[in-house]
């Protein structure tokens, strides 16, 4: 077969036909990753370490983000509330309390998750006050884009993305971010209410503000950042998920594709098995990273039952890297029915921690390489 563009690349194995290979995507890396492997040999400034763009010392594929901007404007200002010796208490750009351990921190990534203290919205008169910043006009586009970018875009052969990875947010992301996961657990019965109007004003927002461009360019597709899933299931339920996000997602799901973007993917780790059903009601496309610790979500067993509609990324058990050669090789293995069928886009299940040593991630991409070309 012929070479294929990037695009051509994407665009054919989306919809089950042949390619010359599959696209050769990755997320990133830990900070902790990038220390150890620069011990092993790396030379960190030989990298842009922005894998979703592209790099061509690991050989993936470029894609283009379109750099809007979806969240607050303004934010709030970030400030230092306390410090020790061990841990920060700070108020974030978006509005939320966190304390944090400094042991271990590198390149900004944290060595154990934050405590989460205080979000920003607390009541329904907070989140109405915080709608404010939240307007689709002012300074959310790159500027003049439409001299300088828009022509590149409409002549491309490369992938074209709405957003830059985590800046298109979803429903239960979002009100995540403003209400913290335990209060959300609740709202969705104390204060039903003010979740429909959450729901809605998200749909709302990121309408108007993806309006300007897509009436200028077609898309590939947007990625909707959710992480609405933990090991054993979703964090809220099927019947909760259709009652407040449904309607609102089909609502957003039918005017990105009715003007011009070709797919929707959601973004979520965990197992968002008992959820599937309502995305793809909803008009969703792919799910994305299909996280191998979490149960149900064997790539395998997915496309049986969930068929063609549902398009996979990810499914790299990120576990199994560290374990060597053999370990890697018999997983991938068993990806190569996915990548003979098609609607497959491997990657590693999140990005890359520190126990994966380079040697091992190398052995990885030379093996994936072998498989995306029906080669494995």
């Known amino acids: 077969m012929e070479k294929l563009t990037n695009r051509e690349r994407f665009m054919r194995v989306m919809e089950y036909q042949p390619v010359d290979r599959v696209p050769n995507w990755e997320a990133g890396v830990w900070g902790q990753t990038v220390d150890r492997w620069q011990t092993e040999g790396l030379d960190p400034n030989e990298l842009t370490w922005d894998w979703f763009t592209g790099e061509d010392e690991f050989g993936f594929d470029p894609r283009e983000f379109i750099p809007v901007n979806y969240g607050m404007v303004p934010c709030f200002e970030p400030v230092v509330l306390e410090e020790t010796e061990r841990y920060i208490v700070a108020k974030n750009a978006g509005g939320i309390v966190t304390k944090a351990l400094k042991d271990g921190t ?13 979000f920003p919205v607390e009541n329904p008169e907070d989140f109405r006050e915080l709608k404010k910043r939240y307007m689709a006009a002012g300074s959310r586009y790159p500027a003049c884009w439409r001299e300088l970018m828009l022509p590149g875009w409409r002549r491309r052969n490369h992938v074209l ?38 729901m809605e004003f998200i749909a709302d927002f990121t309408i108007e ?89 064997d790539p395998i067993m997915l496309r049986r039952k969930y068929g063609r509609d549902l398009r996979l990324w990810g499914a790299v ?36 921690p520190p126990d994966v040593s380079l040697a091992n991630f190398r052995y990885y991409l030379r093996r994936k390489a072998d498989l995306l070309r029906g080669r494995f």
């Open 106 to 118: 590198a390149h900004g990534t944290r060595a154990s998750m934050d405590q989460y203290l205080r």
């Open 209 to 297: 503000v993806s309006r300007p461009i897509l009436s200028e360019t077609d898309i590939d597709y947007v990625f909707l950042n959710e992480d609405m899933a933990m090991k054993s299931g979703p964090l809220l339920g099927p019947d909760t998920y259709r009652r407040f996000i449904l309607p609102h997602m089909k609502r957003l799901v039918t005017f990105l594709k009715g003007h011009g973007t070709r797919y929707v993917v959601v973004d979520s780790d965990g197992n968002t098995e008992p959820l599937i059903p309502l995305l793809l009601e909803a008009g969703i496309d792919g799910l994305w990273p299909l996280e191998r610790a979490a149960q149900d979500t």
């Open 161 to 198: 993305v709405l957003g830059r990875n985590c800046s298109t947010l979803g429903f239960y992301w979002r009100a995540r971010e403003w209400m913290g996961t335990e209060n959300v657990s609740f709202a969705w019965y104390d204060h039903p209410s003010l979740m429909h109007e959450m």
């Open 317 to 352: 058990d990120k576990r199994e890297l560290a374990k060597g050669p053999r370990a890697i090789d018999e997983h991938l293995s068993g990806l190569v029915p996915l990548i003979e069928e098609g609607g497959f886009v491997p990657t590693v299940d999140h990005t890359v």
